[in-house]
């Protein structure tokens, strides 16, 4: 089992969003290297859930890898802000996977609480400028986030 930490920004699709719709297509990612990551994932893969873009950025709960290698349908779809007018049904570029819900943590843990706990060489979502929507998890640091998260509620 691999660990992850997935961003998104909660107006656009939050732990609300899943927690109610108990399972997500993780689409959208148009970043090469955020999609190789996520080629690398297997079923039972664990995810932190982690809200950017708002204030204060952090982990809010957990989520599950369910299904791998699927092919993204928002790069086919000319009205979504995704389209990839340049990928192909026979040779699609862009994948997603399947998650559901874990639960969520009792309280965020912050951008800020993050960087004053760990160097950028054990968690990549502390290095400035680092804009990837996915990052792996080292699980020497996934077991410590989720002791300093506690139980998911």
Known sequence: MAYWLMKSEPDVYGIDHLQQEHTTLWD?????????????????DQAFFYHSNCKPPGIVGL???IETGLVDPTQFDPSSKYHDPASKPDTPRWDCVRLTYKGRF?????LDVLRESYQPEELA???????????????????????????LQ
């Open 28 to 44: 959208g990612i148009r970043n090469y290297q955020a999609r190789n990551f996520m080629r690398t994932m297997a079923v039972g």
């Open 63 to 65: 989520m599950e890898v």
């Open 106 to 110: 009792q309280s965020l843990l912050s």
């Open 125 to 151: 979502v502390v290095r400035r400028g680092n804009r990837l929507s996915i990052l792996p998890v080292d699980e020497p640091i996934a077991r410590d986030l989720l002791k300093r998260l506690g139980p």
